[in-house]
Antibody
Framework: QVQLQESGPGLVKPSQTLSLTCTVSGGSISSGSYYWSWIRQPAGKGLEWIGRIYTSGSTNYNPSLKSRVTISVDTSKNQFSLKLSSVTAADTAVYYC??????????????WGQGTLVTVSS | DIQMTQSPSSVSASVGDRVTITCRASQGISSWLAWYQQKPGKAPKLLIYAASSLQSGVPSRFSGSGSGTDFTLTISSLQPEDFATYYCQQANSFPLLTFGGGTKVEIK
């Protein structure tokens, strides 16, 4: 059973960089045709996809965040990471990491981490 | 970008009721659609993928249908554990995967 766990600071100051890591257990991050993704959810609001990475290092980002986002992968540690620069209060949200499975050209989030709340405040 | 619009935004129902939630895409997405269930304080859970395929372990009272721009999630007989918020997601249009705004299923 694949499990994902987010980790990182829960409080980030405005204009700084938010950094989170997702550790994958129960299977190799390199096995199978899966992508690895980050999604966020402000309190009381809906879900926003941030971006995805394949274990080759290939990435896609939400155009609205692209200038500030970097997603990377470390296959030796079975982890992938998110960096979001120049944060503001609008970036305060629960951040989820998730596995993206591919089925008939569709991309579906089949495993999720529990989520971690990141608050942007001075 | 493809916009996903869910309706209603909330629905009140009783245990045993049949509940239907609709998701409309701003342009055709074939069958590239998923449905998720989210309970308070928890991560979303995949229920349906490819518009009508039931994810492993999900009860058969959940079903999905539709293609193109109009999709439906049906709960045939609402159970106490089904009170949650449900989201649709378009699954093929990169560089942006998008979710609907959510439908909250509440106890009547």
């Amino acid at each position: 059973q694949v499990q994902l766990q987010e980790s990182g600071p829960g409080l980030v100051k405005p204009s700084q960089t938010l950094s989170l890591t997702c550790t994958v257990s129960g299977g190799s991050i390199s096995s199978g045709s899966y992508y690895w993704s980050w999604i966020r959810q402000p309190a009381g609001k809906g879900l926003e996809w941030i971006g995805r990475i394949y274990t080759s290092g290939s990435t896609n980002y939400n155009p609205s965040l692209k200038s500030r986002v970097t997603i990377s992968v470390d296959t030796s540690k079975n982890q992938f990471s998110l960096k979001l620069s120049s944060v503001t209060a609008a970036d305060t949200a629960v951040y989820y990491c998730a596995r993206l499975m591919v089925y008939a050209k569709g991309y579906y989030f089949d495993y999720w981490g529990q989520g971690t709340l990141v608050t942007v405040s001075s | 970008d493809i916009q996903m619009t869910q309706s209603p935004s909330s629905v009140s129902a009783s245990v045993g009721d049949r509940v239907t939630i609709t998701c409309r895409a701003s342009q055709g997405i074939s069958s590239w659609l998923a449905w998720y269930q989210q309970k308070p304080g928890k991560a979303p859970k995949l229920l349906i993928y490819a518009a009508s395929s039931l994810q492993s372990g999900v009860p058969s009272r959940f079903s999905g249908s539709g293609s193109g721009t109009d999709f439906t999630l049906t709960i045939s007989s609402l159970q106490p554990e089904d009170f949650a918020t449900y989201y649709c997601q378009q699954a093929n249009s990169f560089p942006l995967l998008t979710f609907g705004g959510g439908t909250k299923v509440e106890i009547k």
